[in-house]
């Protein structure tokens, strides 16, 4: 059985804090890239004219309501995984 990364009782501080930093980097890293995508996808699909200096009503409702939906199925996603990991979890299938 192969593990990438040892288990946290094999790793000295500097390890430790090392593993750590680059797990931060890779989490903002996946921020911003979601972030900008989820920013060209509402904006694709929601801005049209651009002979206006600012968005019309119906621009800042479109993105406004593409948000919100991405916001709520991101939500409705974290919560149904939580739920999945504690079936698995009851279930014996995952050690922690």
Do not use: W
């Amino acid at each position: 059985h192969f593990c990438f990364f040892p288990t946290p009782r094999a790793m000295n501080a500097a390890e430790e804090a090392h593993l750590n930093r680059f797990l931060e980097r890779k989490q903002m890293q996946d921020f911003i890239n979601m972030y900008n995508n989820l920013t060209e996808r509402c904006f694709d699909a929601c801005v049209n004219d651009f002979t206006a200096r600012t968005l019309s009503s119906k621009e800042t409702t479109c993105a406004t309501n593409c948000l919100q939906k991405f916001f709520n199925s991101s939500q409705r996603i974290g919560v149904r995984f939580a739920e999945f990991q504690q079936t698995l979890a009851e279930s014996g299938g995952m050690q922690s």
